[in-house]
C-alpha cells in the first residue's frame, strides 16, 4: 500500500473517530442511576480514549488551580450534604469532566485544529439528518425528535457550538457558504420544535456580532438575518399548529411578550428564587455540592411558587449553573468557578483570536448566557466546549501551560 493511500485512510479514520468523540457528548439516555444521578455511558468511551492520551494531555496551571479550588471546597461542602452519596457522585463527575472530558478535546484540538473545526460540523449535521428520519418514523416526544438527548431543549443547547460556527461564517463570508447549514438548523428547530433552540439562535447571534466587530456590511447582514428569522417565524405561527406554533403566536399577540416568555418557561423562576434563598441562607459553605434538590425537602418553599402546585421548586434542580453553585458551594466556590472560567475566557486578547477559536469564544459565552435559565454544569457538551477553546489557544502560550519539554515534543511532532 502507498504512502499516499495510507495517509488517506488514517485521516478518514480520524475523521470519524473525531465526530463520533464530539457526537458522544449528546449521549444523556445511555446511562445508568448510581446515587440519584446518571451515568452516561459515553464517559466509559471517554475514559478508554483518556488511557490512551493522558500521558501527553497538558492543562493550563492557573486553570488547574482554580478548578482544583472549587473542587476542594466542593468536598469540604459534602460536609453538611443532605446526600452525601449523591454529593459524592456529583464530586467525582465535575473531577472527570475537568480531567478527562476538557482534558481530551483540548488535547484533539490541539494536535488536530483543523479536522476538530470541521468535525464539528459532520456531527452536528449527522444529528439533524438523524432527527429528521425519526420525525418521519414518528419517532420521539409529542412528535419532537429527541435523538439521544432527555428532551429536545437539551438538544438545542447542544447546537450552541454549531450555531457559532455557522453564524460566525455568515458573518465573515456571507450566506453563500453556509446554505447547507442554513438548511441543517431550520430542520432541526421543525423537529425539535424547541423555542429554546430559537432564543439560542438569538444569543449566539447577538454574540457574534458583538465579538466580531460593527462595519456597514455586517449591520446590514444582521438585519437581514433578523427579518428573515422574523419572517419565518410568522409564517409558521400561521400555517402550523405544534408546539412552537402555538408559543409564537401568543408571544406575538401578548401585551407583553417578555413575561408571556418567562411564564411559559414554567417553574423555572421560583427554582431560580429558591436557590437564591438557599444560598443566602447558607453563604459560606452553601448545602453541599450536588445536595441542593434534597436540601429543599428540609425547608418550606412553597412561597416561591406562591402555593400552585404546577410551579413547585421541591426537589427541582436551580435553573441556573451559578445560582446553583453558590447554593450548593457558597461563596468560595462561586469565585473559584468564575475565576475559572474567566481566566479561560480572558486568557487571549480578542484581536489575537483567529477566525476558529473566535468561534469557540462565542460558543462559550453563548452556552453561559444560556445555561443562567437551563441547569446545570455537568453538561459533556460545555466541557467539550471549553476544552476546544482551551485547546485552540495552547500553541501560542505553550510557556503557560504543563511541561513544556512534553508540549514542544506534540509540537514538534504535528501534522
Not at 501527553?56 to 488551580?65: D, G, P, S
Not at 452519596?85 to 483540548?106: A, D, P
Request: contains cysteine; charged residues 10%; positive net charge.
Amino acid at each position: 500500500m502507498s504512502l499516499e493511500k495510507s495517509t488517506s485512510k488514517l485521516n478518514i479514520g480520524r475523521i470519524i473517530f473525531l465526530t463520533f468523540l464530539i457526537t458522544s457528548t449528546g449521549f444523556d439516555v445511555l446511562s445508568i442511576n448510581i446515587g440519584g444521578g446518571n451515568l452516561r455511558a459515553s464517559y466509559l468511551f471517554y475514559l478508554i480514549v483518556y488511557l490512551f492520551i493522558f500521558k501527553l494531555v497538558r492543562l493550563h496551571n492557573i486553570q488547574n488551580i482554580y478548578i482544583y479550588l472549587f473542587i476542594l471546597v466542593g468536598l469540604i461542602s459534602i460536609i453538611q450534604s443532605y446526600n452525601p452519596l449523591r454529593s459524592g457522585m456529583y464530586l467525582l463527575w465535575i473531577i472527570f469532566s475537568y480531567i478527562v472530558i476538557f482534558g481530551i478535546f483540548s488535547f484533539f484540538t490541539f494536535k488536530h485544529p483543523e479536522d476538530i473545526y470541521k468535525c464539528l460540523f459532520y456531527s452536528f449535521r449527522i444529528q439533524v439528518i438523524i432527527s429528521l428520519i425519526l420525525s418521519i418514523l414518528g419517532i420521539g416526544i409529542y412528535g419532537r425528535a429527541t435523538i439521544l438527548y432527555y428532551e429536545p431543549s437539551y438538544f438545542a443547547i447542544a447546537s450552541i457550538i454549531y450555531l457559532a460556527l455557522v453564524f460566525t461564517r455568515i458573518i465573515r463570508f456571507g450566506f453563500k457558504q453556509s446554505l447547507l447549514d442554513i438548511l441543517m438548523l431550520l430542520i432541526e428547530l421543525y423537529t425539535t420544535k424547541s423555542a429554546t433552540l430559537i432564543i439560542a439562535a438569538m444569543t449566539v447571534l447577538a454574540t457574534s456580532y458583538l465579538l466580531s466587530g460593527f462595519t456597514i456590511k455586517k449591520v446590514f447582514s444582521l438585519v437581514s438575518i433578523v427579518f428573515i428569522l422574523f419572517s419565518l417565524s410568522l409564517f409558521y405561527a400561521k400555517v402550523s399548529n405544534d408546539l412552537i406554533a402555538t408559543t409564537l403566536q401568543q408571544a406575538y399577540s401578548s401585551e407583553n411578550p417578555v413575561l408571556y416568555l418567562m411564564d411559559r418557561g414554567g417553574n423555572r423562576i421560583p427554582r431560580l428564587q429558591c436557590a437564591w434563598d438557599v444560598f443566602l441562607d447558607n453563604s459560606w459553605l452553601g448545602v453541599g455540592i450536588g445536595g441542593y434538590e434534597s436540601y429543599t425537602n428540609t425547608i418550606n418553599i412553597s412561597y416561591c411558587s406562591a402555593g400552585k402546585a404546577w410551579l413547585s421548586a421541591e426537589e427541582q434542580p436551580a435553573t441556573n449553573i451559578f445560582v446553583e453553585i453558590l447554593a450548593t458551594t457558597g461563596i468560595f466556590g462561586g469565585i473559584f468557578f468564575v475565576a475559572f472560567l474567566s481566566h479561560l475566557i480572558f486568557m487571549k486578547s480578542l484581536k489575537k483570536l483567529n477566525y476558529m477559536q473566535l468561534s469557540y469564544l462565542i460558543a462559550i459565552i453563548s452556552m453561559l448566557i444560556m445555561l443562567n435559565f437551563e441547569a446545570n454544569y455537568l453538561r459533556p457538551y460545555l466541557w467539550m466546549i471549553l476544552g476546544i477553546y482551551s485547546g485552540s489557544l495552547m500553541s501560542g502560550n505553550k510557556t503557560h501551560f504543563n511541561s513544556p519539554r512534553k508540549i514542544r515534543h506534540i509540537v514538534n511532532n504535528r501534522e
